[in-house]
């Protein structure tokens, strides 16, 4: 759901912090922690600890990221420039605005690495601190400068072209969007609202088979299940036993995390400091006896493997799709 602004594009900087930082909630690039206690996008929730920079073939494809604090993004970018397009059209500059992006905190472990197992687990009660950072260094908002430069005359000119007659509202996914009442801006509400693709057959279906990859594919593997086996006989050694896969271990912690939900009001009271312990004990083995198995390495391999089957599979639909949507 989208609330279009009101129409003051003086405070144009302001809201467009306001506005980036909203998506990053909704983003397919949102941190989910991994069974080794790091971090992974949502169609990569159960895949390995190892912390590599490859990208799966389909994941390649979807947009997806390993490792959320090494992901150079914008997702304000593509609109912006979509209103600068469209106000040239009209006559006048408009130069796209870059928001702002949140990266970790310094000081914190970073993802993929022992130290934030140790210090967070899997993430699952306590996650690591984020600070804001401009995409453009000198944080100067160029429009503002141009609207400076205008007289009155011009400023309502301009204004009319960027936001034109509307008083706003709110759109969902679905919504017709007015492009005359909403002017130049209604271009980034329809790019925000319905211009993402995820409702497009092809992406409906790859990530549902990204899903199914992760969640049943990976386990009947032959060399993942034997993998699964020595890591289990690994944590059972560690004082955890019990587990037939990696995912597990993971679903463990969940497990106590759901148990702290109060079922008539789905508020979540503060874990104590010995599920805390726990997790971090349970996220710590689970790291070590991934890594002395290679189960990591393993896993990314047979997932890639699959996602290049499926690929090859589909790759007419998929190229057509990311023609029109790919980031």
């Not at 949502?42 to 190892?50: C, E, H, R």
């Not at 600070?131 to 005359?153: F, K, T, Y």
């Not at 092809?202 to 060399?223: C, F, K, N, Q």
């Not at 047979?302 to 007419?316: F, P, S």
Request: aromatic fraction near 8%.
């Amino acid at each position: 759901m989208v609330r279009r602004r009101e129409a003051n594009p003086g405070a144009r900087g302001l809201l467009l912090a306001a506005v980036v930082v909203g998506l990053g909630a909704c983003s397919p690039f949102d941190p989910e922690p991994r069974p080794d206690g790091t971090g992974a996008s949502a169609s990569t929730a159960s895949a390995d600890s190892s912390g590599t920079d490859d990208v799966a073939p389909l994941d390649a494809y979807l947009g997806y990221a390993s490792d959320p604090s090494a992901t150079e993004i914008d997702p304000m970018l593509r609109a912006e420039e979509l209103v600068a397009q469209c106000m040239a059209e009209q006559g006048f500059e408009y130069v796209p605005q870059r928001g702002i992006v949140a990266e970790l905190a310094p000081g914190e472990p970073e993802w993929h690495t022992r130290e934030y197992a140790e210090r967070y687990g899997y993430g699952t009660f306590v996650q690591p601190r984020f600070v804001d950072r401009p995409v453009d260094p000198d944080g100067v908002d160029a429009n503002a400068e141009i609207l400076a430069s205008m007289s009155l005359a011009e400023r309502a000119a301009y204004d009319l072209a960027l936001n034109g007659t509307s008083d706003g509202g709110v759109f969902r996914s679905g919504d017709d969007i007015d492009l005359e009442a909403l002017g130049c801006e209604g271009l980034r509400i329809a790019d925000r609202v319905n211009g993402d693709g995820k409702n497009d057959p092809v992406y409906v279906d790859a990530t549902a088979y990204s899903s199914h990859i992760d969640e049943v594919l990976l386990g009947e593997d032959p060399r993942v299940a034997a993998a699964d086996a020595r890591w289990a006989e690994c944590m059972s050694d560690a004082g955890w036993p019990g587990f037939a896969a990696q995912p597990d271990a993971r679903e463990l912690a969940e497990s106590w995390s759901l148990a702290l939900i109060d079922p008539e009001t789905s508020a979540q009271t503060s874990a104590d400091p010995q599920t805390l312990a726990n997790e971090i004990s349970l996220a710590l083995a689970d790291f070590d006896c991934t890594a002395a198995t290679g189960l990591a390495e393993l896993r990314d391999e047979v997932r890639a493997e699959l996602q290049q089957e499926y690929v090859d599979e589909h790759r007419e639909e998929l190229e057509s799709w990311s023609m029109v949507w790919g980031r």
